[in-house]
């Protein structure tokens, strides 16, 4: 951590805090402040260091320098066709009154309108790879000062990752990402992406206006393929996809676009947009499509940052802390799902985490879960502190064993 965290451009202070708060939210899986003041263990009363780390957490724009740290070490990372995945979600406070700026959200799970914030992640991760690359982990409110629109809290993200990785990536939405006011700016600015389009949204065919599921429908479906996925139960399911193209415009705009239409998945056929340049090539279309399945994979990496470091359970009143809760949270997740497997030692280190979660059923596919349970037990035993040589003390004979694996 001292050599992830000791790049950060902050004052002493500052990268002091980050580095206590990841140690803590890594150790406890928590972002209680509580949780984390007793992960460091220092010698004086437990409020001191609350009030300490409530105090930082509070300092104006750490919560936006974190997030370009973060973009700033994955961006080397981001080829040409690497897929940056846009996922946008909510953190829900329903039985909160007195947190900054509370607003009504949609929560996806229940359809019900409770208090909260809204949350976008940027996540990079290869066409049908697992490897995972957490770049934002934002949050916002549109009772906060200073918000204009949705759609401009994601194009700011989008600029700050675009700028990182010069304009390389695809990037890659959802539902609600055809809104016209996203399409647009990022034809504008040159970026490649996959979006899911509704049926009732209008595209250019040969000169004619068409409601594109009425596209859809017409549309040749000259390509098969047939795909396995596991179900809960340990089962598999079998899908026959098809799929076939048409090349359109949106209106007002001389971009020629393509329009993959998959059908297989329910009685609507599936529309993606794209503006990567496809041919009637079997291979070709089939990226895309595997393109837009690894989309729905990242769903889990939500899961795993609100399961396993408990973001919902916030509990810092201000607003400007709030989304430096949620900036070391990236900051965590960057740590565990990415940097520990950039160098052969620290991949060494990885696996040994995976082995220290001691999980009964072995890793599952998804084993970034294993990896922070890993984590929390390396240093949950460690009789170090994150900060200062006065702290420390001798390493266990656990703590000498992993050394020198990570040595050899």
Not at 310 to 318: K, S
Request: charged share 25%.
């Amino acid at each position: 951590m001292h050599g992830f965290l000791g790049k950060l451009p902050l004052p002493k202070p500052a990268r002091r805090f980050v580095l206590e708060a990841t140690y803590g939210i890594q150790t406890r899986q928590s972002v209680h402040l509580s949780e984390i003041a007793r992960a460091l263990n220092e010698p004086i009363p437990l409020i001191k260091t609350v009030n300490r780390l409530s105090r930082q957490a509070a300092r104006k724009n750490l919560a936006e320098d974190l997030t370009r740290f973060v973009i700033a070490q994955g961006a080397p990372r981001i080829k040409d066709r690497t897929l940056l995945v846009i996922d946008l979600s909510d953190l829900t406070k329903k039985y909160a009154e007195k947190m900054e700026y509370l607003a009504r959200v949609r929560d996806g799970s229940t359809g019900k309108i409770p208090h909260g914030y809204w949350l976008c992640d940027v996540v990079g991760v290869e066409c049908g790879g697992r490897e995972i690359i957490p770049l934002a982990h934002h949050l916002w409110s549109q009772k906060a000062p200073g918000f204009e629109s949705e759609n401009q809290e994601i194009l700011g993200l989008v600029d700050a990752v675009s700028t990182a990785t010069d304009k390389r990536g695809v990037w890659v939405v959802d539902r609600g990402g055809d809104r016209v006011k996203i399409l647009k700016p990022l034809i504008k600015r040159d970026l490649d992406f996959i979006v899911r389009l509704r049926g009732d949204r209008h595209l250019l065919y040969r000169g004619r206006l068409w409601l594109a599921e009425d596209l859809a429908r017409a549309c040749p479906l000259p390509y098969a393929e047939t795909v396995k996925r596991q179900d809960l139960d340990g089962g598999e399911t079998v899908r026959t996809l098809e799929f076939g193209l048409r090349k359109v415009r949106l209106p007002g705009l001389k971009q020629p676009l393509f329009l993959l239409v998959i059908r297989g998945f329910g009685a609507r056929p599936l529309m993606v947009l794209t503006t990567l340049p496809l041919s009637k090539n079997r291979k070709t279309l089939w990226w895309v499509v595997e393109a837009y399945l690894t989309r729905w994979r990242i769903e889990e990496t939500l899961r795993f940052a609100k399961q396993t470091y408990a973001i919902e359970d916030v509990r810092v009143l201000g607003y400007q802390s709030l989304r430096t809760m949620m900036a070391l949270v990236l900051v965590a997740m960057h740590f565990a799902m990415t940097y520990l497997g950039t160098r052969a030692k620290l991949a060494v280190l990885c696996h040994h985490a995976v082995r220290a979660a001691k999980r009964l059923f072995g890793i599952p596919d998804f084993w970034y879960y294993a990896v922070a349970d890993g984590i929390r037990e390396i240093l949950g035993r460690s009789a170090t502190r994150p900060f200062g040589a006065q702290t420390f003390n001798p390493p266990s004979t656990a703590q000498l064993d992993l050394l020198h694996l990570v040595d050899t």
